[in-house]
């Protein structure tokens, strides 16, 4: 019989079973899995479930996937005289315990909410010592958040299906993070390149010590880019002729010692950017890999969340977390390397600062200890990029002398700039890295058959040859120098790059839309809709994107104004402080909405039926062809339609002539039936090459995730069920042979690595040992095997016997 008389309710079975390894016998853990209840989409006397008339009081439901769980919970705590509610510490975790406490009729006086920053044994079982109430002020902030994206939501998107196409979606935030993707991909078109030029020397000193220097100054004018004597090459050319037989000269030296601190340790924002630009982690991957540290991995056989928690907008560390750093260093680097006092770091102004930095737990669990207790690599690597981050923040700046010599040589100036490290500080962590956790790391890959592609970071090759240091030969004023070579350089201005996944979540932080805990849902959310596609780490807004944002920008543009959205924002993380009553903020942007939007669905002009943008002709009757949507994107339909039912694709221009970027969607392949270009299409199935003269022609090829086509095994066979032809097909194991007469006849079969059809023995007499249903032959990446044909109610599996 259990002694149990304590309920711990979290929201996640990982977070539990960490828990459970820290509580005696006395606790009862159970996961929520999450939210349990939500707002409907349609209740009686309300609108989208919301009673506009009552205070805009939300209607709550139990959700259809949590019913059971919260069954569950309420006869677990019938048999506890003591319930702790310890959802994450925030405003979504405070909103769970409440809808916990009311979806069970928890009693009050026997009801406590319990948060922890880390999930270790020390401070759980701390957290448990000292038990709260609810915050109501934190549930009425995410209420007031919930209630007022449920009427925007709801509000304007069958305006959208009236004036564009069924099937799309606005929201509060996410329209304006589209909006700053089509704005930037309008600032991309209407670019101009500028033409300009540089100029650099490779000199001597009279020991033929070498460096370059650059020419900065031409007859008493800046030589840069919008100077007229950098504007072409005539006049490049022109320079270069004078500067070969002139004498070069040191005129001047300045020499400067500078101090560079290390960065802050990371917050929500700055964990994403840093984890997309150096490990290729989309904000969505990186917040999911966080959460798996945060809750708990074994190390040295110990059970323990390995970091603090991850949404947070503070730069704050603790007391423990100082002292236990400078520890650290002190015992494994030389004295210098610890500074006389903790560095600390200023955040932003409007930062809520209620939890603090992400940092490890226990600074002495290092990256290589992580790396030899677990096989996935992505948490070795992403906690090694908090470990070092945090442990930096806390060591001494590095120093560097930079020097700058002056050159003379005839009626030019020109510049040498040097660098040399004299303390590396801080920075000696990154020279580590090769040498301790890639290695295990590399180990961990090879033992998996990982295949690690050349990873170069984010913008890393940018700007390369400009941004490289150099060390200056010994030098002094009055030094002559010997040119050895000049070389005239030929540059254009670049357009404003293309919002990353990193470039993107720091913008949204800069104009303070969104919090720490929505950026990752953000970013995918503008994906999920069609509105932006993520293309070579770099987003392109789509055709349905820019006729999205186009309409509300026209038609609602204070909801798509950037500062009004950050200070309803604002307004938002009051309610969370006591200071405002959601109800009046809600009232207040609501109510002149909805007029807007009753005048906008009246009045605006439908986007549907626009003439072709190039006059395009229907290829089936020849008739004019308009420009429709989908929630796929846009396309050309004829304008007979339903008469005719012919369809184009929208012209892919394969990229832009002005800058000469290239789209990556341009077609890479012909149609191995009709010839024409294949172009990239998307289903709800993936990406895929489409005929460009659909329909027709409805000639298909499957790509892989880098867009390349994959080439299929021609194998002629017939089926041996129904005498079809069998046709090559690719899934998610890889390429198979199907029926030609599907769905009539289903045989399908297995193909090896080399494209020869894979000879399967008989397994009918197999039964499985749980269920006692047939065994029957399964495939997966690795080979077939053996799964319960009573799958999924039964998902037993095992390895083909050694005999077959």
Not at 302 to 308: E, R, V
Not at 353 to 375: C, G, L, Q, W, Y
Not at 447 to 475: G, S, V
Request: a positive charge; charged letters at 25%; aromatic letters at 8%.
């Amino acid at each position: 019989m259990s002694n149990a008389n304590k309920l711990l309710v979290v929201e996640s079975p990982a977070k539990a079973k960490t828990i459970h390894k820290f509580l005696g016998p006395s606790f009862i853990i159970k996961a929520s899995m999450g939210h349990v209840r939500d707002i409907p989409h349609r209740a009686a006397g309300t609108k989208f479930g919301i009673d506009l008339e009552h205070d805009y009081k939300p209607v709550y439901e139990p959700l259809d996937t949590r019913k059971k769980v919260l069954s569950e919970l309420k006869d677990a705590a019938k048999k506890v005289d003591e319930i702790y509610l310890a959802p994450d510490p925030d405003r979504e975790g405070e909103a769970i315990a409440w809808h916990l406490q009311e979806a069970l009729k928890l009693p009050p006086d026997k009801t406590y909410r319990v948060t922890f920053n880390s999930i270790t044994r020390a401070a759980v079982q701390n957290a448990i010592k000292n038990p709260g109430k609810i915050n109501m002020d934190l549930v009425d902030a995410q209420q007031g958040r919930r209630v007022l994206d449920r009427l925007v939501g709801f509000s304007l998107s069958p305006f959208l299906w009236k004036k564009i196409t069924k099937g799309l979606s606005a929201g509060r935030v996410q329209s304006v993070a589209a909006r700053l993707i089509v704005e930037r991909e309008r600032e991309i078109s209407a670019f101009k390149p500028e033409e300009f030029w540089r100029l650099t020397a490779e000199l001597s000193t009279q020991n033929d010590e070498r460096f370059f220097a650059q020419l900065v100054n031409w007859r008493g004018e800046k030589f840069a880019l919008g100077a007229p004597a950098a504007s072409n090459e005539k006049s490049a050319r022109a320079i270069v002729a004078q500067l070969e037989k002139a004498a070069y000269q040191i005129t001047a030296l300045d020499k400067r010692e500078v101090k560079t601190r290390p960065g802050a340790p990371f917050i929500t924002s700055t964990l994403q950017q840093a984890a997309s630009t150096t490990l290729y982690f989309g904000a969505k991957k990186t917040m999911t890999v966080a959460q798996k540290l945060y809750e708990g991995i074994e190390v040295n056989g110990a059970l323990t969340g390995l970091i603090t928690y991850m949404r947070t907008d503070s730069t704050r560390l603790a007391p423990e977390a100082l002292s236990e750093s400078r520890k650290y260093i002190g015992e494994n680097y030389a004295p210098a390397y610890l500074p006389e006092k903790p560095n600390f770091f200023t955040g932003r102004k409007d930062a809520q600062d209620a939890h603090e930095a992400i940092r490890p737990t226990n600074v002495f669990i290092t990256p290589a200890m992580v790396a030899a207790s677990t096989k996935e690599r992505d948490i070795v690597r992403l906690y090694d990029l908090i470990w070092r981050r945090f442990v930096a923040s806390q060591m001494a700046a590095s120093v560097s002398e930079t020097t700058t010599a002056t050159i003379a040589a005839g009626d030019g100036i020109l510049e040498a700039k040097g660098k040399v490290v004299l303390f590396d500080g801080y920075t000696i962590l990154e020279k580590e890295r090769q040498q301790t956790v890639e290695k295990v790391v590399k180990k961990v890959a090879a033992a998996k058959k990982i295949e690690k592609k050349d990873e170069t970071p984010e913008d890393a090759t940018e700007n390369q040859t400009e941004n490289q240091e150099q060390t200056l030969p010994r030098l002094a004023v009055g030094d002559a120098l010997k040119l050895r070579q000049l070389t005239p350089a030929q540059h254009f201005t670049a357009p404003p790059p293309r919002y990353s996944e990193a470039s993107l979540v720091r913008a949204l932080e800069k104009e303070g839309i969104g919090r720490p805990s929505t950026y990752a849902t953000i970013v995918q959310t503008i994906q999920d809709r069609g509105y932006a596609q993520l293309k070579q780490r770099r987003f392109y807004a789509t055709e349905l994107g820019l006729a999205v944002n186009d309409i509300l920008v026209a038609n609602f543009p204070q909801v798509m104004d950037l500062h009004f959205t950050a200070e309803l924002e604002n307004e938002l993380d009051e309610v969370e402080e006591g200071k405002r009553k959601w109800q009046k903020i809600v009232d207040g942007f609501y109510r002149p909405l909805a007029a807007k939007i009753a005048d906008a669905t009246k009045n605006a002009e439908s986007l549907k039926g626009q003439p072709a943008p190039n006059g395009e002709k229907c290829p089936q009757c020849g008739g004019e062809m308009v420009v429709r949507y989908s929630a796929h994107g846009a396309f050309l339909g004829c304008a007979n339609y339903p008469t005719c039912k012919g369809v184009a694709q929208m012209a892919n221009k394969g990229g832009d002539a002005e800058t000469g970027e290239v789209d990556p969607d341009a077609p890479t392949a012909s149609c191995p039936k009709c010839g024409a270009p294949m172009t990239k299409k998307r289903s709800k199935y993936g990406d895929f090459m489409a005929c460009a003269n659909y329909p027709a022609c409805k000639q298909t090829l499957p790509i892989n995730k880098d867009g390349k086509v994959v080439e299929l095994p021609v194998v002629k066979l017939d089926c041996e069920k129904c005498g079809k032809p069998l046709i090559t097909k690719l899934g998610k194991t890889g390429p198979f042979l199907a029926c030609s007469g599907y769905p009539e006849c289903k045989n399908t079969k297995f193909l090896d690595k080399n494209g020869k059809v894979l000879i399967l023995p008989d397994v009918s007499q197999e039964k499985c040992e749980k269920c006692g249903a047939p065994m029957a032959i399964r495939m997966s990446r690795r080979g077939p095997f053996l799964g319960c044909s009573a799958f999924p109610k039964c998902r037993n599996a095992k390895p083909m016997p050694k005999e077959k």
